[in-house]
């Protein structure tokens, strides 16, 4: 019998201390649970990562990338900058882009080529430039609204989250305005709609298979659903996440046709 | 691990116990659809190589100027590159190309063998890297004709396409010892390219040194972040025939949709044609003056992935409009004798030009890149019109052609003894 006291006890507990961090939580201001969000998809180090991109249409597989992806915060803006090597398909392997801020660089080892590109210049088809590299969300922009509801996740199980409604800030930001669920109590994100000024959706990302990866659960995978025509996917698949030194002198044109990592 | 994924059947019957919201259920049914298309991605993982080999098959046809009768012509091509860490601090880099074409080049040759690349990296220190051997240089930001690509002069060995990234890839590069140190925000290179022979050599499986390597060289170039978004390079390049010349690089952002560039080299140098007789070992009054040369363009890409890029070029040391004429109108020698020699430093015959290069990434059908190009004498009104549809997939690349070059017998374009051409090629990587 004394169990039972002891189990309303622990419950009563429970209760206490979910309400607790669930009040915690609720203190959080909006760009604060973003901040965190952030942190939870990105380490707060240089790493590097590789990146397997899969694009389907209607069902199929019609396109397929890998990119080995180093990156590293800028100390001033505290957005990453990132130098990405093709790894596949043949065609492209050994190819070079390298993305600071709007400064984008684009190398070809076989003609030499060093060409400067313009934010909208795509490579990766679906995928925006935005999408494959890290991105610090609250760096660009600036979240509104943190409204509580639930949602289902990348896995098609319900979440209970924050909702998000973030505006550009900057300049850099590459959508107007994003909606993003970050599931309460361990700021992960799970999904996140990005549109356009006039409110058109863009395309809708889920963010899942969480897996420890440097010390915490982070996603090693995002969805990516064309917001026009929801039979095109993308799915970017993260693996080989590890830490690792990226060097200044790696992010900057001069060193593109240099650039050889073990 | 991958985490095991329900299927739409569990998820029916969740909706049905009540699990999902049916409003959420409504609102997230084309995202469940493509979830469950993401749970179709293999487990796969790619690892990079050192290798990059492709051989390529084309066949093809033109009209000739001369009569209009039409001539086939055959291609295969296997190109190797190798770019490997040898032990710590030192890296080979290995780039090759046979060309055996049916009938024979200009060379005269069926088989045309291109040691584009052959040369030793070491990094002494994280910043300072010294290179040894065979090495394909290339300054320039321009897209269409680059005023300080110094080292194009002998380069071209083999022509397979008039695409200006084929030519700037399938060249070979020259012989040279160079040095570069790098820092935060910029870099300094220093090389030097000796002379070691005298002459060109057309043999199918030739080095070739002396297309590249028939005179003394050096060339130093500067880069420094001066701002945010701002980076030129600048560059002095001498050799031995040619006072020194500086150069100069700079790109920037317009607005998220473009990019603006400007491309310049000038020095004090004789004119092209003097060149040309030069080279004869003819007499030709000298002509040295400052002589500027300029590629300005801009690129601009829509949101469908179209990209155009318009380049006005301008070449202070080729001819202007009357002495063009002059020379179109003299003997023949001396225009063979001129555009031969343009051929080789691969300049063009008239001062102003205009190029215009459109790409579109995924045109219509997924995979499939059309381009098109047209390069157009301001001072001739001569055109080379060039258009390409490729279609890829993940080891093999499929193309179509097609070229035309219009104008008076002897202009710019006019002179090509093909009014147009086409080819059909095939590439596989292995």
Known sequence: MKTIPLSLCSLFLCSLLASLSNAANAAQKPQEILAASDAVRNPDYPFGLTNTLVEYRSGKQTDTSTLAIYSKADSNSGQFRSLIRYVAPARDANKLILYSGKDLWFYDPSSKASIRMSPQQRLLGQASNGDVVTVNLAKDYQAITALEEDTQDGDRQIKHCYKLAMNASTPDATYHHIDMWIEVGNNHPVKARFYTESGKLLKTAYYRRYEKQLGIDRPTETVIIDGLDPSWVTVMRYSDLVKRDVPELWLQRDYLPRFKPE | ?430
Not at chain 2, 124 to 153: E, K, W
Not at chain 2, 210 to 238: D, H, I, Y
């Open chain 2, 1 to 430: 691990m991958m985490r095991p994924h329900r299927t739409p059947l569990l998820i029916l019957c969740m909706a049905a116990v009540g699990l999902l919201p049916l409003q959420s259920k409504a609102q997230d049914d084309p995202d469940i659809s493509a979830l469950l298309v993401a749970n179709q991605m293999p487990d796969v993982v790619e690892k990079a190589s050192n290798w990059r080999i492709f051989s390529e098959a084309a066949a093809g046809g033109g009209v000739l100027r001369s009569n209009a009768s039409t001539q086939q012509s055959q291609r295969l091509s296997f190109d190797v590159q190798y770019d490997g860490t040898l032990a710590q601090g030192w890296r080979a880099i290995l780039s090759d190309r046979l060309d055996i074409n049916w009938p024979a080049q200009i060379s005269g040759q069926n088989s045309i063998n291109t040691v584009k690349e052959a040369y030793l990296i070491w990094q002494m220190q994280n910043d300072i890297l010294l290179d040894a051997g065979r090495i394909n240089v290339r300054n320039g930001v321009a897209t269409g004709y680059n005023p300080t690509d110094f080292f194009r002069n002998g380069a071209l060995r083999s022509i397979v396409s008039a695409d200006p990234s084929s030519l700037k890839e399938n060249r070979q590069g020259s012989v040279m010892l160079r040095a570069q140190k790098l820092w935060d925000g910029g870099s300094v290179t220093a090389l030097f390219s000796p002379k070691l022979a005298e002459q060109a050599n057309n043999a199918s499986f030739s080095l070739d040194i002396g297309a590249t390597n028939s005179q003394n060289r050096w060339l130093v170039a500067l880069s420094q972040k001066m701002a945010e978004g701002w980076a030129p390079q600048f560059l002095l390049f001498k050799s031995e025939q040619l006072p020194t010349q500086i150069g100069m690089n700079l790109t920037t952002l317009v607005n998220d949709a473009t990019v603006a560039y400007v491309e310049w080299s000038g020095g004090r140098s004789p004119s092209l044609l003097a060149q040309a007789y030069q080279q004869q070992g003819l007499y030709f009054p000298d002509t040295s003056a400052f002589r500027n040369r300029t590629s300005v363009g801009l690129t601009y890409t829509t949101e469908n992935k179209i990209s155009v890029t318009t380049e006005l070029e301008y070449n202070g040391g080729a001819l202007d409009q009357n002495k063009w004429d002059a020379l179109q109108r003299g003997p023949l020698a001396i225009y063979g004798q001129y555009r031969n020699y343009l051929q080789t430093v691969q300049e063009a015959p008239t001062a102003r030009a205009i190029f215009v290069y459109a790409s579109w990434q995924d045109a219509l059908l997924n995979h499939l890149d059309l381009s098109a190009m047209s390069r157009f004498d301001a001072v001739d009104s001569s055109r080379m019109s060039w258009l390409e549809a490729r279609f890829h997939f993940s080891h093999a690349e499929f193309a179509l052609q097609w070229q035309r070059n219009s104008g008076n017998r002897l202009s710019d374009y006019g002179v090509a003894t093909k009014m147009q051409s086409w080819q059909l090629m095939a590439r596989y990587f292995f």
